[in-house]
């Protein structure tokens, strides 16, 4: 049974800082992840997915590597800034021919001013 | 595009009532997702459907919950009776399977059964 967890859960750092969020997966066979955002009392929003075939991607300051065989997958936010702060969570996706994504239970991000 | 569209935002009920989540995807998109989020258990996949059929309902925890997707458009998830425990954030998305395939959330219902 695929479990993914995130560490750290919560994550407070000044604004400018670049910094990286984990996320680590038990089962590698999966199909593809995807990074998602979560602001408070709001649904989530995809930021990366990345297919079980490439190594990374990236989107303006965001950028998202795999490594498949080793479970693991980060989120690397370059130049953080306060309007970055929200819950991120990683959600892998199986490669059974389910479309059920698993999710981790998200990194709290607070960028300070 | 709208995005995903879920109502009500807010439901409060006493337990033992009957409650109606309702979901309107983004037009096109040929898969629907309902989610459940908890502080204690975060985002769980409840059920999700393809082409408007239910494909998986592995995640629905008691016979209390059905869900139905009777057209393209629209999609129900119905609690009956409701319990105190069933209180939580539901949130629904869908997927268009032939582009990037990456999941649109709507703003969840926030359910608070007492």
């Known amino acids: 049974k695929q479990e993914v967890t995130q560490i750290p859960a919560a994550l407070s750092v000044p604004e400018g800082e670049n910094l990286v969020l984990n996320c680590s997966f038990t089962?590698?066979?999966?199909?593809?992840l995807q990074w998602f955002r979560q602001d408070p009392g709001k649904g989530l929003t995809s930021l990366l997915l990345?297919?079980?075939?490439?190594r990374e991607q990236t989107s303006g300051r965001l950028n998202a590597s795999l490594d498949k065989s080793s479970g693991r997958s980060t989120l690397y936010i370059a130049a953080s800034q306060p309007g970055d702060s929200a819950t991120y969570l990683c959600?892998?996706?199986?490669?059974?021919?389910?479309?059920?994504?698993?999710f981790g239970t998200g990194t709290r991000l607070k960028v300070l001013a | 595009d709208a995005g995903v569209i879920q109502s009500p935002r807010h439901e409060v009920t006493e337990m033992g009532q009957e409650v109606t989540l309702r979901c309107k995807p983004i037009?096109?998109?040929?898969?629907l997702f309902w989610y459940r989020q908890t502080m204690m258990r975060g985002l769980e996949l409840l059920i999700y459907?393809?082409?408007?059929?239910?494909?998986?309902d592995s995640g629905m925890p008691e016979d209390r919950f059905s869900a139905k997707m009777p057209n393209a458009s629209f999609s129900t998830l119905k609690i009956q009776p409701s319990e105190p425990r069933d209180s939580a954030v539901y949130f629904c998305?869908?997927?268009?399977?032939?582009?990037?395939?990456?999941?649109?959330f709507g703003n969840g219902t926030r359910l608070t059964v007492t």
């Open positions: 998305a869908s997927s268009f399977s032939k582009a990037q395939r990456t999941l649109h």
């Open positions: 459907f393809n082409n408007n059929v239910p494909i998986d």
């Open positions: 959600a892998v996706r199986g490669s059974s021919g389910t479309y059920k994504y698993i």
């Open positions: 990345i297919q079980s075939s490439q």
């Open positions: 037009s096109g998109h040929d898969y």
């Open positions: 089962d590698s066979a999966i199909y593809n």
